[in-house]
C-alpha cells in the first residue's frame, strides 16, 4: 500500500513540476488581420533573447541557461515590448509573451 501511495505521489508531482517548466520564453503579437489571434513571433523573440546573456535563441524560443541566471517572465516580456518596433509593431499592446513556443 505505501509503496503505491508513493508512486501515486511521485507521478503528480511529476506533472506539478512539468507545468511549470518556464525555461523556454518566446515573444507573441496579436494578428489583427486574422481577427485578433495570437501567435509566436519568432524575429521578435530572437531580439528579445538578445537581451539576456543567459539566454540562447533556437527554434523560435529563448532557452534559459539556469546554470548562469533565471530569466524573469515580467523582464522577458518588457523586452519583447522594447523591441517590437524594432520588427514593425508600432501598437505595444499587440505584443506579449509566451513559454514553450505558446501564446
Request: glycine share 10%.
Amino acid at each position: 500500500m505505501k509503496t503505491t501511495i508513493i508512486l501515486a505521489l511521485s507521478a503528480l508531482s511529476g506533472f506539478a513540476l512539468a507545468g511549470k517548466d518556464h525555461s523556454e520564453h518566446n515573444c507573441c503579437f496579436r494578428n489583427d488581420r486574422t481577427g485578433g489571434t495570437w501567435a509566436t513571433h519568432p524575429d521578435l523573440t530572437k531580439a528579445a533573447c538578445g537581451d539576456f546573456p543567459q539566454g540562447t535563441y533556437d527554434n523560435g524560443v529563448c532557452t534559459e541557461n539556469i546554470n548562469i541566471r533565471r530569466i524573469d517572465g515580467d523582464a522577458f516580456f518588457a523586452a519583447c515590448k522594447s523591441h517590437s518596433e524594432d520588427v514593425h509593431i508600432v501598437d505595444k499592446s499587440n505584443v506579449g509573451a509566451g513559454y514553450r513556443g505558446t501564446c
